[in-house]
């Protein structure tokens, strides 16, 4: 079995086509985007990825990566079809699964053109249920029979952004949530061609129903949004106590295995394209049946007020008013490696800012400038290095952890700053023993 379509070429949809035609399937990337379609095929990618562009460029010069626009094409030269369109949230915090919907209906009507079985498989997050109550129905719309036209499957991704390529050739397991045993049969015979043997003996591949593996991946980022939150709200209890650090804390705390180290970093909290939104989505969902996550809800604000709280430490450095002063933002990226201003905490700082009324804030990041002009236009003034943004400034704003920003010296910010100025470190990458010697340092989750 080696063609596939994936439906929708976004983050996901992309990353997975170029990782399909890099082993040597035949893949289709279908989009109702025409500008996409000849980007893609020109072999450039749409977006910023680490890897992503030489990928596209190769397999499309191979043969194996065809972008094409609308389903009919795609879903009539492959076997597999995979769901990757956008779930945008509604105003209210729930998902929106308008395009799931019309995706799916648009593959349905192509199938009665093919006379072989064609498996689909939802990869876009979805609430539970959305897979058997909208995308089967959508399809069956056009008069196929599942289990005899059409299989179907629900296959969450876990993928990282400026890590996506890696994480998409390395799962840690492959969860596949099937319709019945011949979908699930289909789709794990796939991986087992992809990935080999040797490596699904360390990589498992779960199986089980629908519902549950809709479930897995509103588990696993509710989880490990939680992890941030959690250690947030110990860094700002750590900020009672003289002396207590929350890196430290954090640390002692990892190392048992039941835990681990990971996503234990206190800041300024999480952005993305995922967490708040996916968070959100089943936080809406919960309630709409009757049932208040108040653990989850408790994980979002304390998020909101993480952003808040940064302003709020500068403010008081700064002698209880920022009016007037001159602020610096370090890194606009909701993370490093990435030019992504989707729910990035920057955006945050930036408008508790403006409610504070500060006027000069000049922000600098390596890749995200472009992005953040479309949101604050010339609200704010944007520059091209460090020094620039740090020239003149009272206080900086260390908001995202690229490794550019980890290689500073004190003394970059001394040579800049005005006196007195003062440095907040929100992603804690700073030692405080280095910084605090030598100027007014602060950070989140130290006295
Ligand atoms: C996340 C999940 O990791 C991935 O499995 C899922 O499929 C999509 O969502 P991503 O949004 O790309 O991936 O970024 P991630 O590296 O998980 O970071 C998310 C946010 O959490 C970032 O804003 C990051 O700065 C923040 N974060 C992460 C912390 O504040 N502290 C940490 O310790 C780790």
């Known amino acids: 079995m080696k063609r596939i379509s994936i439906i929708g070429t976004g983050f996901v949809g992309l990353v997975s086509a170029i990782c399909f035609a890099k082993k040597g399937y035949e893949v289709y990337a279908s989009t109702h985007d025409q500008t996409k379609v000849d980007t893609i095929n020109q072999g450039l990618s ?159 591949i779960l199986r089980m129903n629908i519902e549950s593996a809709e479930m897995v991946k509103y588990g696993n980022n509710c989880l490990l949004a939680t992890k941030i939150s959690f250690i947030n709200e110990i860094a700002n209890i750590c900020e009672i106590i003289e002396g207590v650090d ?98 990035a905490p920057s955006i945050k700082v930036i408008n508790h800012l403006f409610e504070e009324g500060v006027t000069d804030i000049i922000a600098y990041d390596p890749y995200a400038i472009e992005n953040t002009e479309k949101i604050f236009g010339d609200k704010i003034k944007y520059v091209n290095s460090v020094e620039e943004c740090l020239k003149g400034a009272n206080a900086a704003l260390l908001v995202t952890d690229w490794d550019e920003f980890k290689a500073l010296t004190p003394e970059i910010f001394i040579e800049n700053m005005q006196k007195d100025s003062v440095l907040v470190d929100g992603r804690r990458i700073y030692d405080p023993k280095v910084f605090g010697e030598k100027l007014k340092f602060k950070a989140i989750g130290l006295k």
Not at 180 to 198: A, M, N, Q, R
């Open 46 to 204: 749409p977006f910023y990825e680490k890897d992503v562009a030489p990928m596209i460029k190769e397999a499309v010069e191979k043969g194996n990566l065809k972008a094409v626009l609308g389903r009919e094409e795609a879903v009539l030269n492959s076997d597999i079809s995979m769901l990757c369109v956008g779930t945008p949230s509604r105003p209210d915090g729930s998902i929106d699964l308008k395009y799931i919907e019309s995706s799916a209906r648009e593959i349905g009507e192509v199938l009665p053109k093919k006379d072989s079985y064609h498996l689909v498989i939802v990869r876009s997050t979805v609430v539970p249920g959305t897979t058997r109550n909208i995308v089967k129905p959508a399809v069956e719309a056009s008069g196929n029979k599942i289990g005899e036209d059409f299989g179907l499957c629900m296959q969450p991704e876990f993928l990282r952004e400026g890590d996506a390529i890696y994480d998409t050739l390395n799962p840690d397991r492959i969860v596949i949530g099937e319709y019945d045993k011949k979908s699930g049969d289909v789709l794990e015979d796939l991986y087992i061609d992809f990935y080999g043997k040797d490596y699904l003996e360390n990589c498992p």
């Open 246 to 343: 929350v890196t430290e804390v954090a640390k002692g705390v990892g190392l048992d295995f039941r835990i681990n180290p990971m996503f234990l970093g206190a800041g300024v909290g999480f952005g993305g394209s995922c967490f708040p939104k996916d968070v959100n989505a089943i936080v809406a969902f919960a309630k709409e049946h009757d049932y208040k996550p108040s653990l989850l809800d408790a994980v979002l604000s304390i998020n909101l007020y993480q952003a808040k709280h940064i302003v709020e430490i500068a403010k008081s450095e700064l002698g209880g008013t920022l009016k007037g002063s001159r602020i610096a933002i370090l890194g606009l990226a909701f993370k490093p490696g990435t030019d992504d201003m989707r729910e």
